[in-house]
C-alpha cells in the first residue's frame, strides 16, 4: 500500500512565490556592529551546532488588535523582555528548524521551507497562538538570507541552519492565551550536527519516561516537549549513550521517536518500517522525503506500530538489519547501538541507510535530480 499524503504534506506541495517577489518584507535595520572580518573568519573556520550567529534577526511582533506588523531585520543580539512575559512562565512557544545550502555555483537554496511554514502554524494552532502567513515565515528567510549571505558557509556538508520561533511575550501572570507575540528568525553557520559526523549514534531506550501523550503536544514542535526530553536523555548520557528513544506513553511498548528525531527500522526482506503518525509524534519533513524516495526507489515503506520487544528480538534475529534515525540537523544518523533495561544490541552501518543519506543530501546539494520540487531558492 503506497503511502497516503498527509494534511501537511498536501499544504507543503503547493507553490509558492519565487523569492524575489517575496523579498523586502522585512526592512533592514541599521546595524553598527557587524562581526568583524576577524571574527567571521574564526567563526567559519570552525563550525559548531548553534553556537555563533549571523549579524541580523529577522522580527515581527503580533498583537490582537494590528495582527502581525513590525516585520524588521534588526541585529541580533539580547532581548528585552519583561520578566512576566508569559513564555517564561507557560511555555507558550513553537519553533522551526530548516537550513540554507550554497550551492557549487555559489546560489543558495533550502529544502521544502513550504513544510516548515505550514507546520509552524499548525504547532501555533495547538499552542493558540497566532498563525503566521507562509509567504512571511519565507520572506522573513528570504530576507535574512540577503542580508546574512556571507554566514551561508561554502564548505561541503555546512549550511546556514534557520531557527524561526514564536512565543508570547505579553507581561501577564494569568493563565489564558497572549494578545502579544513575538516572532523571531536567527540563523547560525553550522557543519555537521554529531561531531562524529555521518557515524553510528548509540540511543538508549527509556521506559520510564515519555515526551508526549495522546492528546497531548507531541505533534507540535515546541518546547514543552523538549523540556520534557532533558532529564532521560541526561540519564541516557549519564549511561553511556548519546541519544533517548521513547516508547509510546499509553503502554509504553512501541517505538515513539528520539528527542528530535524521527525512526526507522530496514529489514532483511527490504521493508522499512517507520513509526505511524500517532498524534504523539512530531511529524519530520526529512521522514516524509524519506517516505517518498523509498517509493521512489521502489522500496516498500510500512507505517505501523513497532513493539520495541519484537524489534529487539528481529535485530537479535538479523531480520532487522538497520535502524536509522532522521531529522533536518542530522539528516539521516545510523543508529549503532541500542541498550538500556534489555541490556544492549548492535547494528552495522547498512546499504539502505548509505543510499538514502547520499539521495536525500544529493537532492538537498543539487547533485541529485529534484524531481518532487523539493528544493527553493532564495538567492
Ligand atoms: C523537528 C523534529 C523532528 C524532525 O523533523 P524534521 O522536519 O525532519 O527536521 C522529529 N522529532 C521531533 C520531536 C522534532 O522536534
Known amino acids: ?87 517564561l512562565h507557560y511555555g507558550q512557544e513553537v519553533f522551526e528548524g530548516l537550513k540554507a545550502y550554497r550551492r557549487e555555483d555559489g546560489s543558495i537554496w533550502t529544502f521544502r521551507p513550504r513544510f516548515n511554514a505550514e507546520r509552524f502554524n499548525h504547532s501555533a494552532r495547538r499552542l493558540a497562538l497566532p498563525e503566521l502567513p507562509v509567504e512571511d515565515f519565507i520572506a522573513s528567510i528570504v530576507d535574512l538570507v540577503a542580508a546574512d549571505g556571507r554566514w551561508v558557509p561554502k564548505q561541503e556538508g555546512a549550511s546556514l541552519y534557520l531557527r524561526p520561533f514564536m512565543f508570547a511575550s505579553e507581561p501577564f501572570l494569568g493563565v489564558k492565551p497572549a494578545h502579544e507575540i513575538t516572532y523571531l528568525l536567527i540563523a547560525s553557520p553550522v557543519g555537521p550536527y554529531f561531531a562524529k559526523g555521518f557515524g553510528p549514534v548509540s540511543i538508549y531506550v527509556t521506559r520510564e519516561y515519555h515526551r508526549a501523550g495522546l492528546g497531548g503536544t507531541g505533534d507540535a514542535k515546541t518546547s514543552g516537549n523538549y523540556a520534557a526530553s532533558l532529564l532521560p536523555q541526561q540519564i541516557a548520557y549519564d549511561q553511556g549513550y548519546e541519544q533517548v528513544c521513547f516508547l509510546d506513553s499509553a503502554t509504553s511498548t512501541n517505538v515513539d521517536e528520539l528527542g528530535g528525531m524521527n525512526v526507522f527500522v530496514v529489514y532483511r526482506d527490504g521493508v522499512v518500517r517507520t513509526p505511524k503518525l500517532t498524534g504523539a509524534i512530531l511529524e519530520g519533513g526529512t521522514r516524509s522525503a524519506i517516505i517518498q524516495i523509498c517509493e521512489d526507489k521502489g522500496i516498500v515503506v510500512e507505517e505501523s506500530s513497532i513493539n520495541f520487544d519484537q524489534l529487539l528480538e528481529d535485530i537479535r534475529a538479523g531480520v532487522v538489519t538497520e535502524v536509522f534515525a532522521c531529522g533536518t540537523a542530522a539528516v539521516i544518523t545510523p543508529v549503532g547501538k541500542l541498550g538500556g533495561d534489555f541490556g544492549e544490541v548492535t547494528l552495522e552501518l547498512g546499504q539502505v541507510t548509505r543510499d538514502l543519506y547520499d539521495t536525500l543530501t544529493g537532492i538537498q546539494w543539487g547533485t541529485v535530480e529534484d524531481t518532487h520540487n523539493w528544493c527553493y531558492r532564495i538567492a
Open 1 to 87: 500500500m503506497s503511502h497516503i499524503p498527509t494534511k501537511l504534506e498536501v499544504a507543503a506541495g503547493l507553490p509558492l512565490p519565487a523569492a524575489q517577489t517575496l523579498a523586502g518584507r522585512f526592512l533592514v535595520q541599521p546595524h553598527s556592529t557587524l562581526a568583524s572580518d576577524q571574527e567571521y573568519a574564526r567563526v567559519m573556520q570552525d563550525l559548531h551546532f548553534g553556537v555563533d550567529f549571523s549579524d541580523y534577526m529577522a522580527s515581527s511582533v503580533w498583537t490582537s488588535d494590528r495582527g502581525w506588523a513590525d516585520k524588521e531585520l534588526v541585529p541580533f543580539g539580547p532581548l528585552t523582555l519583561s520578566p512576566a512575559a508569559s513564555v
